[in-house]
């Protein structure tokens, strides 16, 4: 069969999918599987440039997606007022003082000579400056976290436009791998796994209990918009006419207009983003990162720096998922960081990849989509073909139990199967690299 009939069947059926939800359950329900599958298709890119273009075997996804989040929070937020009276110039002061400090210490580590006085002053720089920076930071965050903290209890942000915190929030995403990928990209790959891991896990940690950052498990709700909200196109007798004229009901179609707007927005992201990477894979930058890939030894002796190269891919594979977190967070309009798991959503977003075809970056988007459809759909589809099995069976029948409990344990069981499924007739993913 022709690779290009191929392909695009490939994405037609899962188009066709798609629109049987719509005919069979909601549109509602299809036009959230393709907001949320066009933001797992922009993760399933940042994580193919890293592994597919690199061979860089990150497993801390969720860490950087959780950093986007907080970015729109930081950028999109009304500042609190009172909060930033009571302590928010002393936790910038501290922050400050802490990064002065660590700054100092390399400095000294780097141009001292070797020896005991060195290791004294290094001693005394990160002592003292440690206490300084918990004398000043402990009080101002406990003055911001009192302020109403059934509402507040943070600094709030910088009142921005929401679209602005989409590539803030790649920003501190690359910010964050830059200083990852200094400390762990010479590492070997198992290593680097365990470290990318480990890091997601203090970034989220951080994320809910630092309370004057973002309220920490309380959550921010109620996040600005970059598409009307529903009430508002409900009040409208404009949008409610229209509506009624084309025989939907109006509250219906608000909720479709919302959606459909996100479903845009997500898609310019989407094409921009692939039309950079493609570029990127067909440029000789791509050819070096492919060749550092497969043979790092003969690039090192060809004179190519393969840390600097691997730091560079780390950074924007990440600024690709720091993008993403902050679009999924305008999705769902509140920042909830008890819901970022990294083990279970990078697992999902690995699964992407791999079913896609690694090193594709058009298999990586077909994955994200395939994937995401099939994470929200096979449970519902599951427990439809359990009650249809059970039928007939008495009911307290324990067998009849024991097989509708399994249905809830349906995604994890498909998500395997068909990753072995895939791994077995075709090895390199549904779109293989060329």
Same mark, same amino acid.
């Given at each position: 069969?022709?690779?290009?009939?191929?392909?695009?069947?490939?994405?037609?059926?899962?188009?066709?999918?798609?629109?049987?939800?719509?005919?069979?359950?909601?549109?509602?329900?299809?036009?959230?599987?393709?907001?949320?599958?066009?933001?797992?298709?922009?993760?399933?890119? $940042?994580?193919?440039?890293?592994?597919?273009?690199?061979?860089?075997?990150?497993?801390?996804?969720?860490?950087?997606?959780?950093?986007?989040?907080?970015?729109?929070?930081?950028?999109?937020?009304?500042?609190?007022?009172?909060?930033?009276?009571?302590?928010?110039?002393?936790?910038?002061?501290?922050?400050?003082?802490?990064?002065?400090?660590?700054?100092?210490?390399?400095?000294?580590?780097? /141009?001292?000579?070797?020896?005991?006085?060195?290791?004294?002053?290094?001693?005394?720089?990160?002592?003292?400056?440690?206490?300084?920076?918990?004398?000043?930071?402990?009080?101002?965050?406990?003055?911001?976290?009192?302020?109403?903290?059934?509402?507040?209890?943070?600094?709030?942000?910088?009142?921005?436009?929401?679209?602005?915190?989409?590539?803030?929030? $790649?920003?501190?995403?690359?910010?964050?791998?830059?200083?990852?990928? /200094?400390?762990?990209?010479?590492?070997?790959?198992?290593?680097?796994?365990?470290?990318?891991?480990?890091?997601?896990?203090?970034?989220?940690?951080?994320?809910?209990?630092?309370?004057?950052?973002?309220?920490?498990? /309380?959550?921010?709700?109620?996040?600005?918009?970059? %598409?009307?909200?529903?009430?508002?196109?409900?009040?409208?007798?404009?949008?409610?006419?229209?509506?009624?004229?084309?025989?939907?009901?109006?509250?219906?179609?608000?909720?479709?207009?919302?959606?459909?707007?996100?479903?845009?927005?997500?898609?310019?992201?989407?094409?921009?983003?692939?039309?950079?990477?493609?570029?990127?894979?067909?440029?000789?930058?791509?050819?070096?990162?492919?060749?550092?890939?497969?043979?790092?030894?003969?690039?090192?002796?060809?004179? /190519?720096?393969?840390?600097?190269?691997?730091?560079?891919?780390?950074?924007?594979?990440?600024?690709?998922?720091?993008?993403?977190?902050?679009?999924?967070?305008?999705?769902?309009?509140?920042?909830?960081?008890?819901?970022?798991?990294?083990?279970?959503?990078?697992?999902?977003?690995? %699964?992407?990849?791999?079913?896609?075809?690694?090193?594709?970056?058009?298999?990586? %988007?077909? $994955?994200?989509?395939?994937?995401?459809?099939?994470?929200?759909?096979?449970?519902?589809?599951?427990?439809?073909?359990?009650?249809?099995?059970?039928?007939?069976?008495?009911?307290?029948?324990?067998?009849?139990?024991?097989?509708?409990?399994?249905?809830?344990?349906?995604?994890?069981?498909?998500?395997?199967?068909?990753?072995?499924?895939?791994?077995?007739?075709?090895?390199?993913?549904?779109?293989?690299?060329?």
């Amino acid at each position: 069969m022709n690779e290009t009939l191929k392909n695009t069947g490939l994405f037609a059926i899962v188009g066709v999918l798609i629109l049987i939800t719509g005919f069979s359950q909601s549109w509602n329900s299809a036009l959230l599987i393709v907001n949320m599958g066009l933001i797992s298709a922009i993760m399933a890119l $940042g994580v193919n440039l890293q592994w597919g273009f690199a061979g860089l075997f990150n497993v801390g996804v969720m860490g950087f997606v959780a950093l986007g989040g907080l970015a729109a929070v930081l950028v999109s937020t009304a500042p609190v007022g009172e909060a930033w009276q009571a302590g928010g110039v002393g936790i910038l002061t501290a922050l400050v003082m802490g990064a002065a400090t660590i700054t100092a210490t390399v400095l000294v580590y780097s /141009k001292m000579p070797a020896g005991r006085l060195r290791t004294v002053v290094i001693l005394a720089l990160l002592i003292g400056g440690f206490f300084l920076y918990r004398s000043i930071f402990d009080p101002s965050v406990a003055a911001v976290e009192a302020i109403n903290p059934a509402q507040a209890g943070n600094i709030g942000g910088l009142n921005l436009p929401i679209l602005v915190a989409w590539p803030v929030g $790649g920003l501190l995403a690359a910010g964050a791998a830059w200083v990852i990928g /200094k400390t762990a990209l010479g590492l070997r790959s198992d290593y680097l796994a365990i470290a990318t891991l480990g890091i997601a896990e203090i970034i989220i940690a951080i994320l809910k209990n630092e309370d004057w950052l973002a309220r920490g498990v /309380k959550n921010v709700i109620g996040l600005p918009r970059p %598409v009307p909200y529903e009430v508002d196109l409900q009040n409208d007798p404009g949008f409610v006419e229209s509506a009624t004229n084309l025989g939907i009901d109006p509250v219906t179609a608000s909720s479709l207009y919302v959606k459909l707007g996100y479903s845009l927005l997500f898609t310019a992201v989407l094409v921009i983003l692939l039309v950079m990477v493609q570029m990127a894979l067909k440029s000789p930058w791509g050819r070096m990162m492919r060749a550092i890939r497969d043979n790092e030894v003969a690039a090192e002796a060809m004179g /190519k720096d393969v840390t600097a190269r691997h730091l560079q891919v780390f950074i924007l594979g990440s600024a690709i998922c720091g993008l993403a977190g902050a679009m999924m967070t305008t999705l769902d309009g509140q920042l909830t960081p008890g819901t970022y798991q990294p083990l279970r959503f990078t697992f999902l977003v690995w %699964v992407m990849v791999i079913v896609g075809g690694s090193g594709n970056n058009f298999g990586a %988007v077909l $994955g994200g989509f395939l994937i995401w459809f099939l994470w929200v759909q096979v449970e519902p589809i599951g427990l439809f073909l359990m009650e249809t099995i059970t039928a007939g069976m008495a009911d307290g029948s324990w067998l009849k139990e024991h097989l509708l409990d399994s249905a809830a344990h349906m995604r994890l069981l498909t998500m395997g199967l068909i990753l072995l499924l895939v791994l077995r007739f075709s090895p390199r993913g549904l779109i293989p690299e060329k």
